[in-house]
């Protein structure tokens, strides 16, 4: 079972869905559910194909949504939702990937050169296929001189967007609330839908990141559960958020969150009867 897996359909993902489904069949995956950024188009996509001819176990409707509150950015993993009315809301609230993308970037170019950071601005891209603050992290990176505008390590594209981007105290901090939902508009529109939703990894955003606070304002919010099982939660996370979960009555997730980029991504080993779907 693997709850957590992206598709060429995200802009970090690169494997078509009946790719997926092929190698969720040969290697025995039971239930499975494809979670791209902010689209459930793959849903779409699974409607219309031979299913069985490729996959013979259970597709659960799913997507990732990018998640706004008091400018602090995280995620919302949402399930088993009737997908065409969730996918409209979705189109009309975050665009396609490249739209997207596109209207992050302006902002980011702008804030760049507001602060003085040295870019190109013909830089080379395929909104499609990369987000925009690892493009303009990749930009950045081409000038020395860029390094003493920050004052800090940055190790990634994803470093560039978790602990800078989206921290205020970074030069280039950008309130993503201009863009991203809120988790009451994710509830809405999910609950309304047949759907529940889940705090995504609760242990892999910023730093500094509040996982506590922000386990409590879901909890409080109506969010149904928690991904507990993550590649990047230890033992011990793993355990604080199943005792969390048991002690508020919230539903448990989890995933490989395979993009397919890495040797090292595969599909979630052992978690048949422990999740929320049976």
């Known amino acids: 079972m693997d709850l957590h897996i992206h598709s060429d359909l995200s802009a970090d993902g690169i494997k ?79 665009g396609t990937v490249d739209k997207r993308q596109k209207r992050i970037q302006e902002k980011l170019l702008k804030l760049c050169e507001q602060k003085g950071f040295k870019v ?33 390590v940055i190790a990634d594209g994803s470093d560039f967007y978790r602990n800078s981007t989206t ?9 993503m609330d201009f863009l991203w939902a809120s988790v009451d508009e994710v509830n809405e529109v999910i609950h309304k839908n047949g759907g529940k939703t889940f705090l995504a990894h609760s242990f892999g955003y910023r730093k500094d990141f509040d996982t506590k606070t922000i386990l409590d304002l879901c909890m409080k919010k109506g969010v149904d559960g928690i991904e507990v099982y993550h590649p990047k939660h230890s033992a011990e996370q793993i355990k604080f958020l199943l005792d969390y979960c048991h002690k508020n009555n919230l539903l448990i997730s989890g995933g490989s969150d395979s993009h397919w980029k890495e040797p090292t991504d595969h599909f979630a080993q052992g978690l048949t009867g422990k999740l929320f779907i049976k």
């Open 16 to 94: 078509p869905v009946q790719e997926i489904l092929k190698m969720a069949q040969e290697q025995k995956v039971d239930v499975l559910s494809i979670t791209d950024h902010d689209t459930a188009l793959a849903h779409i996509v699974v409607e219309h194909i031979n299913l069985p001819k490729i996959y013979s176990g259970r597709v659960v409707s799913g997507v990732e949504i990018d998640v706004c509150e008091n400018g602090t950015t995280f995620e919302i993993l949402a399930y088993d939702f009737d997908v065409h009315p969730v996918q409209d809301w979705l189109y009309k609230k975050f």
């Open 167 to 175: 921290n205020q105290n970074f030069p280039l901090y950008m309130d």
């Open 120 to 152: 190109d601005k013909n830089f080379p891209w395929d909104a499609k296929a990369e987000f925009a603050h690892i493009n303009i992290y990749r930009n950045i990176m081409q000038y020395s001189e860029n390094e003493k505008l920050w004052g800090c």
